[in-house]
């Protein structure tokens, strides 16, 4: 029980699990990401794919990706906000009613 205490998880078995899930949903989100970020940005900068890229598909490339990866942070940020007001309402209770 001490490694699962080293990772703060505490001696919750459920909190380990929840915690695992959290990881693996992460690493699943990062790898789609890159999966997103290679096909959206090489298909629009590299028309015509040879063995290097030019100075204007690289720039055309880095630009791509750093648009791509700040829409992607900034809908993941309100994604993760909605969901804590959603939780927030519904832990805070009482009658649960919209009035």
């Known amino acids: 029980m001490d490694s699962l205490n080293s990772f ?3 001696a919750d078995p459920k909190s380990a699990v929840m915690n695992q899930v959290r ?6 989100n990062a790898r789609l990401l890159i999966e997103k970020i290679n096909d959206h940005c090489f298909e629009r900068c590299v028309p015509k794919p040879g063995s290097s890229l030019s100075s204007g598909e690289t720039t055309c490339f880095t630009q791509c990706m750093e648009k791509y990866m700040a829409a992607w942070n900034t809908v993941s940020r309100q994604y993760i906000g909605r969901i804590q007001q959603e939780q927030g309402k519904a832990a805070g209770g009482g009658s649960g009613g919209m009035f």
């Open 8 to 10: 703060g998880a505490s």
């Open 23 to 28: 990881q693996e949903a992460a690493m699943n």
